[in-house]
């Protein structure tokens, strides 16, 4: 029943900005992170931001650390990734993240099914 819903991937050329939005629902009874990782072919799913809800602690990955910023809102249901300086390389599947408590008292990892961010010339 948790869902988590991604919206804002697509083309985009080096240097440019795009923004990633992830919205989470269901029986939720408190989040605790939400974030993104990303994944390219070929290699690991790798850290790109992460918000801590409560505090609004954050971590970066450091390949996108000064270009990336993470923010909340929404009472902390939605995360918002603004990229900017894209590189090639910043290309890969972004997936959402959130770490929650279920209404049944459950602490789980949950994952959104990803979007595409692709920057190309």
């Known amino acids: 029943q948790v869902q988590l819903a991604e919206s804002g991937g697509g083309l985009v050329q080096p240097g440019g900005s795009l923004e990633l939005s992830c919205s989470v629902s269901?029986?939720?009874?408190?989040?605790?992170?939400m974030g993104w990782y990303r994944q390219s072919p070929g290699s690991q799913r790798d850290l790109v931001a992460i918000i801590t809800t409560d505090d609004e602690g954050t971590d970066y990955g450091d390949s996108v650390q000064g270009r990336f910023i993470i923010s909340r809102d929404n009472g902390g249901d939605t995360v918002h990734l603004q990229m900017s300086s894209l590189k090639p390389e910043d290309t890969a599947v972004y997936y959402c993240y959130a770490r929650l408590t279920t209404t049944n008292f459950k602490t789980l990892n949950f994952w959104g099914q990803g979007t595409l961010v692709t920057v190309s010339s």
């Open positions: 269901g029986p939720i009874l408190q989040i605790h992170k």
